[in-house]
């Protein structure tokens, strides 16, 4: 498996690249083994069960031969999706309606996570405090959906602040520079930002809004065949039982992969609920993934980004979940 790690510029052009494909249902020409393009964002959430597949061996117990590229959010990876260059992907709870609107399928819930922040300069100390101020978010992020989850709570809308579309990493920059006065934005990232503003507020947190639940989850193009998709997610499930059971060394290689310190990663890794498969094969079929993945399309049917509230079945493959695992 090769880890790749582009620049922004080049992240941003395989959107609108026609990369030659020979990935689902080809032979990679290593043993007959399929050739997958994997896409991941570079943190404990995104990274770790790549991590530990490759560590494992999992991806070749499976004939699968996975090509891995960093990408900075969720929704550039379903473009990614949409225009074959990626054949899977990993989005987290803020992108859920792209999915939802059928750009692509979930293929396997991965964890519950609670980093995203609304973040305020120093002197800031409310999410009042930002009316009328400049706010970065990555658009179509879960950062957008942490500012307008908290604008919601406090009685307030969107047109309350000024949103300010940023990449992730601009958001860091601006935030840090005094360009902007607030930003919805995750951790590890506001680890980044407090190196350079440490006095700055969490003026709200996921943590915090009462009884959602935010999912982050693996997703699939569109076009993806059955068969791989089941291959795929047999290994997510073996990874992910590996990860409940040995939290300490999935810090350590998640660290080794993304070339980070592991202190860095245990501190990522604090703001997330990690479940065994058999959990999350018991929520597919008791209707519990179902009430998270409403409760995310209810908000952002209220945010215009959905028109209505999609049957969960229409784009996650709880049924593969369910079969991936009885394998």
């Known amino acids: 498996m090769r880890f790749s790690r582009p620049t922004l510029a080049a992240i941003l052009a395989v959107t609108v690249s026609s990369l030659s494909m020979t ?34 061996g999992l991806w070749e117990d499976a004939d699968l031969n996975v090509d891995v590229k960093s990408f900075t959010n969720g929704p550039v990876q379903i473009q990614a999706l949409g225009a074959g260059d990626l054949d899977f992907g990993y989005i987290g709870p803020g992108a859920m309606w792209l999915p939802a609107s059928g750009k692509c399928k ?14 305020a300069q120093p002197g800031i100390s409310s999410i009042e405090g930002l009316k009328g101020k400049k706010v970065g978010v990555p658009e179509g992020t879960s950062g957008e959906m942490a500012l307008n989850l908290a604008l919601e709570d406090a009685g307030m ?17 601006a935030f840090a520079s005094g360009q902007i006065d607030g930003a919805g934005i995750w951790y590890p990232l506001i680890d980044t930002i407090k190196e350079k503003v440490p006095e700055l507020n969490e003026v709200a947190s996921t943590r915090d809004m009462g009884d ?22 047999g290994v997510l499930q ?4 590996w990860r409940a059971e040995h939290p300490d060394e999935t810090i350590a290689q998640t ?6 310190s592991e202190k860095d990663v245990e501190r990522d890794a604090a703001n997330v609920e990690t479940m065994p498969t058999a959990d ?9 993934t179902d009430q998270w993945l409403n409760g995310l399309s209810e908000f952002f049917v209220d945010t215009g ?20 695992y009885q394998k």
């Open 255 to 260: 660290a080794e992969m993304l070339e980070i």
């Open 23 to 56: 990935a689902c249902g080809s032979d990679a020409g290593q043993g007959g083994a399929t050739d997958v393009k994997f896409g991941y964002i570079s943190d404990y959430n995104g990274a770790s069960l790549l991590a530990i597949a490759e560590n494992q």
């Open 157 to 173: 809308s969107p047109d309350d602040v000024q949103k300010v579309p940023m990449e992730p990493s601009t958001v860091v920059s």
């Open 212 to 233: 959602k639940s935010f999912p982050t989850a693996f997703v699939g193009g569109n076009g993806v065949d059955e068969e791989t998709t089941t291959k795929v997610i």
């Open 106 to 119: 979930v293929v396997a819930i991965n964890t519950l996570a609670y980093a995203d922040r609304v973040i």
């Open 305 to 324: 980004q959905l028109q209505s509230v999609p049957a969960p079945e229409d784009y996650y493959t709880g049924d593969l979940y369910m079969k991936a």
């Open 280 to 288: 999350l094969v018991k929520a597919t079929e008791d209707g519990t």
């Open 238 to 241: 073996k990874a992910n039982d």
